[in-house]
């Protein structure tokens, strides 16, 4: 499996991405792209569970970058074309860090580089997604991100 390179472009969440915030999705800048679409997953192992899914798209049509501000809706064109899934919350789409007062919490964004759609329904969860992409993961990396209040 090749090696893809993800940088959001900070370390800290700017408050633009937090549920303090505007709550919305970051950018994702990718590097040594070579796969043609894409799912990405944001993971807070500090909520409960062991991998606590804040965000998971897929059939993204692979580009340098995943965009901000992606809407929270099951299904979506602009600004880029886009499926999400139902996260951990039981909502569909991107779910910024909120960590209780003197806590900080890390975010961690894995993005697969896959050889095709995966064509299931918009609103399914982790699980399905990750059943899915069995055998059509050709790329992964992945980065961090913390929030602190």
């Not at 798209?57 to 992606?70: Q, T, V, Y």
């Not at 910024?96 to 900080?104: L, Q």
């Not at 990750?130 to 990396?141: D, L, R, S, T």
Request: charged letters at 20%.
């Amino acid at each position: 499996m090749e090696k893809l390179t993800v940088n959001l472009g900070f370390v800290e969440f700017p408050p633009t991405h937090t549920g303090d915030g505007q709550n919305l999705s970051p950018l994702i800048r990718l590097a040594n792209l070579k796969s043609p679409y894409l799912a990405v997953f944001a993971f807070n192992p500090f909520e409960p569970g062991c991998s606590f899914c804040a965000w998971v798209a897929w059939d993204i049509p692979a580009d340098h970058r995943i965009p901000a501000g992606l809407p929270p809706l099951p299904e979506i064109d602009h600004p880029v074309h886009a499926v999400q899934g139902t996260n951990d919350y039981g909502e569909t789409g991107y779910r910024g860090p909120a960590p209780p007062p003197g806590e900080t919490h890390r975010y961690l964004f894995k993005v697969y580089g896959l050889d095709s759609r995966l064509g299931i329904p918009p609103g399914s969860d982790k699980h399905a997604v990750i059943e899915a992409m069995k055998g059509h993961v050709i790329q992964y990396g992945d980065t961090k991100a913390v929030c602190q209040r």
